[in-house]
């Protein structure tokens, strides 16, 4: 029974990936990508798949199907990838070194610190606090830099 189970999951998977054809893919993911990354919705905490499949007057399985296709990851799990991308950025950009860590899970559109830790840490296996401490001693500060700068111009 377990048996037949899975090959009845395996058939539905195939079947609703198959219910766009490639062409449609292509263009869906385009057309993703343009609102989700260029348009930066992925910083909305609000922007679901729901609302991406209306603004594409499409529907959710489609999205789905799309987003498993052609990124090979679910939802969520795109969506993510992006403000994790952003907040690596802003983690080791002097402009923001005085925000917290709810700061900047804020504003890459997390709406909690722990989603924020989470997706962090499965994506590069460390928490963004550790990824930030690694940068800094791979990278003095500017701050340090500038110290040096000073301290070389006094010997001169």
Same mark, same amino acid.
């Given at each position: 029974?377990?048996?037949?189970?899975?090959?009845?999951?395996?058939?539905?998977?195939?079947?609703?990936?198959?219910?766009?054809?490639?062409?449609?893919?292509?263009?869906?993911?385009?057309? &993703?990508?343009? &609102?989700?990354?260029?348009?930066?919705?992925?910083?909305?905490?609000?922007?679901?798949?729901?609302?991406?499949?209306?603004?594409?007057?499409?529907?959710?399985?489609? &999205?789905?199907?799309?987003?498993?296709?052609?990124? #090979?990851?679910?939802?969520?799990? !795109?969506?993510?990838?992006?403000?994790?991308?952003?907040?690596?950025?802003?983690?080791?950009?002097?402009?923001? +070194?005085?925000?917290?860590?709810?700061?900047?899970?804020?504003?890459?559109? !997390?709406?909690?610190?722990?989603?924020?830790?989470?997706?962090?840490?499965?994506?590069?296996? &460390?928490?963004?606090?550790?990824?930030?401490?690694? #940068?800094?001693? +791979? #990278?003095?500060?500017?701050?340090?830099?500038?110290?040096?700068?000073?301290?070389? +111009?006094? +010997?001169?």
């Amino acid at each position: 029974m377990a048996k037949y189970n899975i090959t009845e999951k395996k058939e539905k998977e195939a079947a609703y990936r198959s219910l766009v054809s490639p062409k449609l893919m292509d263009e869906l993911k385009e057309r &993703i990508l343009e &609102i989700i990354l260029i348009q930066k919705k992925y910083k909305d905490k609000t922007y679901s798949a729901k609302k991406l499949a209306e603004e594409l007057g499409t529907n959710t399985r489609y &999205i789905s199907a799309v987003v498993n296709v052609r990124f #090979h990851m679910n939802y969520t799990s !795109f969506v993510n990838k992006y403000r994790i991308d952003e907040a690596m950025t802003l983690l080791v950009d002097k402009r923001y +070194q005085d925000l917290n860590m709810e700061d900047i899970s804020n504003m890459v559109g !997390f709406s909690n610190r722990q989603s924020f830790y989470a997706s962090f840490y499965k994506i590069n296996g &460390i928490t963004p606090r550790e990824y930030k401490m690694k #940068h800094l001693a +791979q #990278h003095p500060s500017m701050k340090e830099k500038k110290s040096a700068k000073k301290a070389k +111009q006094t +010997q001169a």
